[in-house]
């Protein structure tokens, strides 16, 4: 059975930290690009960050770089998204996602389009 379990989410003040987790099961890690993908209210999905199992890279949408950081523990099969600086606007229900990387050209959080596998969601709130 294949599952994406996140956890981590939760209420902090505008300035805190965060850390999420997506621990997978049940199919191929390494051949997978796992993403976050936000839900804000009453705006559409957005692709936040997405890290490829095979080579480690790495991408961001323009609001969160430099204070969001994924990372993937393949040891684990878990990948992280540690988010700092919050603010108010990163609020949402974050998903994980899983994408095969012999769909995507290259790791891109635009290219995130068509994920084969998708975690419950956990929300995280930033009050300010």
């Known amino acids: 059975e294949v599952q994406l379990v996140e956890s981590g989410g939760g209420l902090v003040h505008t300035g805190g930290s965060l850390r999420l987790s997506c621990a997978a099961s049940?199919?191929?890690?390494?051949?997978?690009?796992i993403a976050w993908i936000r839900r804000a209210p009453g705006k559409e999905r957005k692709g936040v960050s997405v890290i490829s199992n095979s080579d480690l890279s790495t991408d961001y949408v323009d609001s969160v770089r430099g204070r969001f950081t994924i990372s993937s523990d393949k040891d684990k099969d878990t990948v992280y998204l540690q988010m700092n600086s919050l603010k108010p606007e990163d609020t949402g229900v974050y998903y994980c996602v899983a994408q095969e990387l012999s769909t995507l050209p290259w790791v891109a959080v635009d290219k995130i389009r068509d994920p084969k596998y998708w975690g419950q969601g956990t929300q995280v709130t930033v009050s300010s």
């Open positions: 049940g199919f191929t890690f390494d051949d997978y690009a």
